[in-house]
């Protein structure tokens, strides 16, 4: 519990320097930025009883998720990577803290904070929008029905962005690095799904998705029963919506697995 | 029950073999383990915490073993590390208190015990400064104040004076010693320096090659109240008849005689002896034996690697 909490401290660098706030904190403002600016429009044009739907509740994830993988390589090093770095992991492990409930207080610290930047944002964007119009009642009893996808799309996302994270993170104690092979495992995985779309049968390259960051979209799409865009690489592997959801539960499970390994074998 | 068992205890890394077969039973006290670089030490230490796992035999704190009862041994030890585990950009108090937690301290307790501990081991303003700021001596405080935050029933000290220097050495040693003394927690320290267990240590154990090559109250191993060494300004020669006449067995040197004395009255003997031949007493000196006499061979000393 305590690690737990501490695990929170130490990802928005409390306790210690201004300059160990700084990256956390910005990322973290700047995933609330789309839906700040949605409801400041909506403020303003709802007298113009003009509908502008800038930032859509389901296309939401997919504005900021280049904003929650940066948010995810510069946290989960920190995390995982400082005690091993400092080698006070070995105070750890001889003290009265399993490893594998080490490793799982990591996680849960880490899919906490980005619960703040996945869940905070659309909070935000659906109270704001309630706000807007003059009619809250209403719009409650109208829209009641996006907060479970919005609540499972952030979970979803927020566990299989940090599970991938953090198991690159245990592995590779150096935080450069580890910032740099988190944010490239994200952006590699991405695009040779792209290329292999384009390029390869698609019967057989829509597997590429699979092991991808397309998995959170299709899955996410699917939670609130929206259609993906027309020329995406999603609409072209013509999964169900499920296998999305299935595939990136299999990845949170293998990487959180991978992450309690690379703990309990750890020389400490 | 004894406070620390091994039985069989074996760890191998790959070809080279660093516990071979160690049988120990410890009573509580303030424990030396001596031994040369890469005789064991750090790896008993560590297998004894969970750290590591034992190739062969078995370990046990407290009457529990070390490997199934980990979780229930570990609540009750404090471990300083020889290496370097400190977070260097947090506060001694904010690291302490977070190791305190960790031990299952509720808050207010921690913040208690955190500054409880950090004065006992002579840590006060600085306490609130980034740890980067530290000099070798007040790191390796802090990091004995976290082992000793959580009131563990035993300490485990891996060389605990390494990297300091003489002074900061000799603060150590007393801090160790005050632990152990006045706080009556039972304490294993290892080093390689005999001179540093002599003076901390009611008992010792060696080991070198990962076998156990003795263990015994320090006392028996210095023989501290037999040999005393009289220095005389006259003839020793005399002196000694004098007190053979009284049944003290006594060796004499030109100007020095040993003797091996028993009680008070033996003192006595030699006092009333020298004022009757008209010597004068330059010294009485209890000739203790130093251990590094008895293991000039079994365990070389090292310079401390800085």
Known sequence: MTLYAGGLRSAFGLGRRTSAKVIPFALAVLAFVPALVQVAVGALTSRLDADVDLFAHEDYFGYVQIILILFCAAVAPELVGRDQRDRSISLYFSRAVSRVDYALAKLAALVSVMLVLTLGPQMLLFVGNGMVEDDLDGYLRDSWDLLPPILAGALFLSAAIAGVGLAIASFVPRRAYATAAIVGVFVLTTSVAGILMETADVSFARYALLVSPLVWEGAILWFFGARPDPGSEIRDADFHGAVYAVAGVVTILATTALTIVRFRRMQA | ?306
Do not use: W
């Open chain 2, 1 to 306: 029950m004894s406070l620390i068992a091994t039985r069989g205890l074996t760890k191998r890394y790959g070809d080279v073999l660093a516990l071979d077969a160690l049988d120990l039973e410890l009573e509580p006290g303030v424990i030396g383990l001596v031994g040369a670089n890469g005789a064991g030490k750090s790896t008993l230490i560590r297998i004894l915490l969970g750290l590591l796992q034992p190739t062969a035999g078995s370990a046990q704190l407290f009457g529990l073993d070390v490997v199934s009862d980990g979780l229930a041994v570990r609540r009750r030890v404090g471990y300083m590390p020889e290496h370097d585990c400190l977070p260097l950009d947090v506060s001694a108090t904010e690291f302490v208190a977070h190791m305190a937690r960790i031990n299952g301290l509720p808050k207010s307790a921690a913040r208690e015990r955190t500054a409880e501990t950090l004065r006992h081991i002579g840590l006060f303003e600085e306490r609130y400064r980034e740890m980067r700021g530290y000099s070798t001596g007040m790191r390796q405080r802090v990091k004995l104040a976290q082992a000793l935050v959580h009131d563990p029933e035993l300490l485990l000290l891996d060389e605990p004076t390494n990297g300091l220097d003489p002074a900061g050495r000799d603060d150590m040693l007393d801090l160790v010693r005050r632990i152990g003394t006045e706080f009556g927690i039972s304490l294993l320290m290892s080093s390689h320096l005999l001179s540093e267990i002599e003076r901390v240590c009611d008992h010792l154990v060696v080991i070198d090659t990962g076998r156990l090559v003795q263990s015994d109250r320090i006392v028996a191993f210095t023989g501290r109240t037999e040999v005393v060494t009289v220095e005389v300004d006259g003839s020793a020669a005399m002196l000694a008849a004098y007190l053979r006449e009284r049944g003290i067995e006594a060796h004499e040197g030109r100007r020095t005689l040993e003797l091996h004395l028993a009680d008070a009255a033996s003192y006595d003997a030699v006092r009333d002896g020298a004022a009757a031949l008209g010597l004068g007493l330059v010294r009485v000196e209890q000739g203790r034996r130093r251990l590094e006499d008895l293991f000039r061979d079994e365990a070389p000393e090292e310079p401390a690697p800085v």
